[in-house]
């Protein structure tokens, strides 16, 4: 059984990416800061399925926070599936937008990024087996008004996925990222009414977290061994 975090595993795409791993056979960490509660139900529900999981909380911006808690999980084991999934919206248009939008949004993202994963690699590369998948964003492909900031988040996260995939590709560690583009959520019906996707998704229809919970569930496998350094759309054929 190998051990699996999905940071922000309490939101409604971060709990589908753990229930996909724990029905893979993974012990599942779900990870939260603010939504604990959330995270305990979700490692609740898996366990309650006949899984493994167990919720664990941190602050992924705190890098000591962060540090502390996974030498916490790492007391027992090399963390071997990776997702990076916690991220923030805080949308404004860039004349209007102040700089904590500026600063939360990139500190959740890319800076959260560095503290989670940075900790994990060595017993990771120890292992000679890993499995690392960033959550990005269509955001940061093709760009949205309103979203510099998050944009901006998305597409430092896909750099640095295609470069840490070179450190480590000898290793027999992959690293890769996913981005989504409109998938259907509260938040997401909220901003998004149907003629809006219509007309933005070729497909006419808003994705599911389960169809993005497949993909990372398949990058985390064994079959995707030889993928790495992608970033990888899932968005209907927006772009």
Known sequence: MRRALVTGGSGALG??????LAAAGHHVY???HDGVARAEEVAADIVAQGGSAGMIAFDVTDPDAAGA???GVLAGGP?????????????????????????????VSLNGFFNVTQPLLMPM???????????????????????????????????????????????????NAVAPGIIASPMADAAFGKEQIDRLVPMKR??????????????????????????????????
């Open 206 to 239: 808003a994705g599911t977290a389960e169809e993005v919970a497949e993909l990372v569930q398949f990058l985390a496998s064994d079959h995707a061994g030889y993928i790495t350094a992608q970033i990888i759309s899932i968005n209907g054929g927006m772009i």
């Open 69 to 71: 808690a996974l030498a």
């Open 125 to 175: 590369i120890r292992q000679r087996w890993g499995r690392i998948v960033n959550i990005s964003s269509v955001s940061a492909i093709a760009g949205n008004r309103g979203q510099t900031n998050y944009a901006a988040a998305k597409a430092g996260l896909n750099g640095a996925t295609r470069s840490l995939a070179l450190e480590l590709a000898s290793r027999g560690i992959t690293v």
């Open 79 to 107: 963390i071997e599936i990776l997702v990076n999934n916690a991220g923030i919206h805080d949308d404004a248009v860039m004349p209007a937008m102040r700089p904590g939008q500026w600063n939360s949004v990139i500190d």
């Open 30 to 32: 779900v990870h939260a």
């Open 15 to 20: 709990a589908a990416i753990c229930r996909r």
